[in-house]
């Protein structure tokens, strides 16, 4: 696969961590880096108001390391709001890509007039984006997109055009609409019409969970490139595998011990980041989609989601990097779970 640029910025791969709250925060944004295979992150979703009046804990997610690199800082907003103002204090301070997020399905955003509310728009939307293209002094603008706000309203292709013409230089499209959530199954034609209607860059999002189904998604939809969200979660390393595929290298087998190997590379990550506090709440959630991937692990993530510390949880994954019989699992049960825990 040959390089991908947006603007001036050069993709490596073309494979991407979507902007996700929560969840793409700086040490997973390095834990997938570190693995190999990302093109582009983009940031947590960053509110262009809290940015302008100076929230710290808001700023500090919009100023990545050397190491996070090519950064996409993504911000949200209705018209109302400075998103211009917030764009250009992202590129002041060193932004390469600023992202407008048109696509959060989610009230909290939408509520605000921003996410999917402006694919309701095209008009207005654009003139917002062709004022942050102007607020960015040559920095690259892109934009996540839906197919629209529902089945009826499949406003993409349209939009995408007032987009490329208001200078946005790629555009991102979820295959799903607002109305559908994260339910049923992204729909390849929907994006596939927005790469007819653009002649910038279009990044395929959506069901990729799996380097078959990335290559399905740019042998249907003619995308320059994919991005990968909610099964990044569980499988870090998929960006890896998808652009070895595309170089038709061979992929990394990962077996149970260097996944698990991953997951204390992340807790570190965390800490060395953002504090133990922060670790204990992600480790103890994150576990059980990480289990998916590790078999019967019942045990540990039982463990792991009672931990009060993140040496607790580093004791918890280590221990599982051996070898564990069953009459080993059975007596850890035993003396650390209350008999009504114990199935």
Same mark, same amino acid.
């Given at each position: 696969?040959?390089q991908?640029?947006?603007?001036?910025?050069?993709?490596?791969?073309?494979?991407?961590?979507?902007?996700m709250?929560?969840i793409?925060?700086?040490?997973?944004?390095?834990?997938?880096?570190?693995l190999?295979?990302?093109?582009?992150?983009?940031?947590?979703?960053?509110?262009?108001?809290?940015?302008?009046q100076g929230?710290a804990a &808001?700023?500090?997610?919009?100023?990545?390391?050397?190491?996070?690199?090519?950064?996409?800082?993504?911000?949200?907003?209705?018209v109302?709001d400075?998103?211009?103002?917030?764009?250009t204090w992202?590129?002041?301070?060193?932004?390469?890509i600023?992202?407008i997020?048109?696509?959060c399905?989610?009230?909290?955003v939408?509520?605000?007039?921003?996410?999917?509310l402006?694919?309701?728009?095209?008009?207005?939307?654009?003139?917002?984006?062709?004022?942050?293209?102007?607020?960015?002094a040559?920095?690259?603008?892109?934009?996540?997109?839906?197919?629209?706000w529902?089945?009826?309203?499949?406003?993409?292709?349209?939009?995408?055009?007032?987009?490329?013409?208001?200078?946005?230089?790629?555009?991102?499209?979820?295959?799903?609409?607002?109305?559908q959530?994260f339910?049923?199954?992204a729909?390849?034609?929907? %994006?596939?019409?927005?790469?007819e209607?653009?002649?910038?860059?279009?990044?395929?999002?959506?069901?990729?969970?799996?380097?078959?189904?990335?290559?399905?998604?740019?042998?249907?939809?003619?995308c320059?490139?994919v991005? %990968?969200?909610?099964h990044?979660?569980?499988?870090?390393w &998929?960006?890896?595998?998808?652009?070895?595929?595309?170089?038709?290298?061979?992929?990394t087998?990962?077996?149970?011990n260097?996944?698990?190997?991953?997951?204390?590379?992340?807790?570190?990550?965390?800490?060395?980041?953002?504090?133990?506090?922060?670790?204990?709440?992600?480790?103890?959630?994150?576990?059980?989609?990480?289990g998916?991937?590790?078999?019967?692990?019942?045990?540990?993530?039982?463990?792991?989601r009672?931990?009060?510390?993140a040496?607790?949880?580093?004791?918890?994954?280590?221990?599982?990097?051996?070898?564990?019989t069953?009459?080993?699992q059975?007596?850890?049960?035993?003396?650390n779970?209350?008999?009504?825990?114990?199935?």
């Amino acid at each position: 696969m040959a390089q991908m640029h947006i603007g001036n910025v050069i993709l490596e791969s073309p494979v991407c961590l979507a902007p996700m709250a929560g969840i793409a925060d700086l040490p997973f944004r390095l834990l997938c880096r570190e693995l190999g295979g990302v093109g582009m992150a983009g940031s947590e979703l960053l509110n262009a108001r809290a940015i302008v009046q100076g929230r710290a804990a &808001i700023c500090k997610k919009a100023l990545p390391p050397p190491e996070d690199s090519p950064l996409s800082v993504q911000i949200y907003g209705s018209v109302d709001d400075p998103l211009p103002e917030a764009a250009t204090w992202a590129v002041e301070r060193g932004a390469k890509i600023i992202d407008i997020n048109m696509g959060c399905p989610v009230d909290k955003v939408c509520k605000k007039n921003g996410g999917s509310l402006l694919l309701k728009t095209p008009g207005k939307t654009a003139t917002l984006a062709k004022q942050i293209v102007e607020a960015t002094a040559g920095v690259p603008v892109t934009a996540k997109i839906r197919l629209g706000w529902e089945e009826d309203e499949l406003t993409a292709p349209e939009l995408a055009k007032r987009l490329e013409d208001a200078g946005i230089m790629a555009i991102t499209v979820h295959g799903r609409t607002t109305h559908q959530m994260f339910r049923g199954s992204a729909n390849l034609d929907g %994006i596939a019409k927005v790469v007819e209607a653009v002649s910038i860059p279009v990044i395929g999002n959506g069901d990729i969970c799996s380097p078959e189904s990335a290559q399905r998604m740019f042998d249907h939809t003619g995308c320059d490139a994919v991005m %990968i969200g909610r099964h990044a979660m569980k499988a870090p390393w &998929i960006f890896d595998d998808i652009t070895k595929h595309l170089h038709n290298e061979p992929i990394t087998f990962r077996g149970r011990n260097d996944k698990i190997k991953i997951i204390l590379r992340h807790l570190e990550l965390i800490l060395e980041h953002r504090g133990e506090r922060a670790a204990l709440h992600c480790m103890t959630n994150r576990i059980a989609l990480y289990g998916k991937t590790l078999g019967h692990i019942k045990p540990l993530k039982e463990w792991v989601r009672l931990a009060k510390s993140a040496d607790e949880i580093r004791e918890a994954l280590e221990a599982w990097l051996i070898p564990v019989t069953t009459d080993c699992q059975s007596n850890w049960l035993k003396v650390n779970l209350a008999p009504s825990q114990i199935n």
